[in-house]
């Protein structure tokens, strides 16, 4: 299928490559318009020269891959090299937008940094096992941090645990909240940091209490009642007595 793709023009494996960084439910066309720098009549020319090898399908002014194979196929297109460039820069231009790409913009910052922890400045921010206050970070660090702060805080609030702990984990290779010069230095963002830590850290304790008592009593009735042994295929009526089942 990459090869296919590669028969399009250069311009529209650009679209094509920034269309495979976004949710894959679709994107409007004037967003991707303005994230490849183009006028929405040049992106929709574009849009329709991919359409013709049948990679994407346009309705009501959003545009999506048609299935996952060209959807992996134009991500293949992009050089591992560029791409944390690309994720990077595809993060800073959803500045503003729909916290619909709240998610989409944490993953992207720290997928890059990950990738390449230079790209975006000294995202490991540890020096002698102390953090560093906010002011030794640049700009773009900061920004990286409080948008995986608001990540977190909306997974949480949609009962993602586990995808909000991620978050988490990622601003705190950043920056640390439990020091006397983050308090000092953005109270508002330490305190943000702080409480989503903490309803987080409840709510998994708490899922796990639950699971775990869950767990316990199936095992006491299993035991009490020998549930094991019975299977839904073994109930079988005793004929001659309608109202009676025996397994």
Same mark, same amino acid.
């Given at each position: 299928?990459?090869?296919?793709?590669?028969?399009?023009?250069?311009?529209?494996?650009?679209?094509?490559?920034?269309?495979?960084?976004?949710?894959?439910?679709?994107?409007?066309?004037?967003?991707?318009?303005?994230?490849?720098?183009?006028?929405?009549?040049?992106?929709?020319?574009?849009?329709?020269?991919?359409?013709?090898?049948?990679?994407?399908?346009?309705?009501?002014?959003?545009?999506?891959?048609?299935?996952?194979?060209?959807?992996?196929?134009?991500?293949?297109?992009?050089?591992?090299?560029?791409?944390?460039?690309?994720?990077?820069?595809?993060?800073?231009?959803?500045?503003?937008?729909? &916290?619909?790409?709240?998610?989409?913009?944490?993953?992207?910052?720290?997928?890059?940094?990950?990738?390449?922890?230079?790209?975006?400045?000294?995202?490991?921010?540890?020096?002698?096992?102390?953090?560093?206050?906010?002011?030794?970070?640049?700009?773009?660090?900061?920004?990286?941090?409080?948008?995986?702060?608001?990540?977190?805080?909306?997974?949480?609030?949609?009962?993602?645990?586990?995808?909000?702990?991620?978050?988490?984990?990622?601003?705190?290779?950043?920056?640390?909240?439990?020091?006397?010069?983050?308090?000092?230095?953005?109270?508002?963002?330490?305190?943000?940091?702080? &409480?989503?830590?903490?309803?987080?850290?409840?709510?998994?304790?708490?899922?796990?209490?639950? &699971?775990?008592?869950?767990?316990?009593?199936?095992?006491?009735?299993?035991?009490?009642?020998?549930?094991?042994?019975?299977?839904?295929?073994?109930?079988?009526?005793?004929?001659?007595?309608?109202?009676?089942?025996?397994?």
């Amino acid at each position: 299928m990459t090869i296919v793709l590669n028969s399009l023009s250069q311009q529209a494996r650009v679209v094509l490559c920034h269309l495979a960084c976004l949710p894959s439910r679709g994107v409007e066309i004037p967003l991707l318009a303005h994230l490849t720098n183009k006028n929405e009549n040049a992106m929709r020319s574009l849009l329709d020269e991919c359409a013709t090898l049948g990679s994407i399908s346009i309705r009501n002014n959003k545009v999506q891959f048609v299935h996952d194979k060209p959807h992996a196929a134009a991500l293949a297109l992009i050089d591992p090299q560029e791409k944390p460039r690309l994720f990077a820069k595809i993060a800073r231009n959803l500045e503003g937008l729909s &916290t619909d790409y709240n998610f989409v913009r944490a993953d992207m910052f720290l997928s890059a940094y990950q990738s390449d922890p230079d790209l975006l400045g000294p995202l490991e921010v540890v020096k002698a096992g102390k953090f560093l206050p906010l002011d030794d970070l640049d700009s773009t660090n900061q920004l990286v941090l409080v948008i995986a702060v608001r990540a977190a805080r909306q997974a949480a609030a949609s009962a993602a645990l586990d995808l909000a702990s991620k978050y988490l984990d990622g601003a705190a290779e950043l920056w640390s909240f439990d020091t006397a010069e983050a308090w000092k230095q953005d109270p508002d963002l330490a305190m943000d940091f702080l &409480t989503v830590t903490a309803e987080v850290a409840l709510g998994r304790r708490a899922a796990a209490s639950y &699971t775990e008592k869950v767990g316990s009593q199936r095992s006491y009735f299993q035991h009490r009642f020998s549930l094991s042994s019975f299977s839904s295929d073994r109930i079988r009526p005793t004929y001659g007595t309608p109202d009676v089942y025996k397994a």
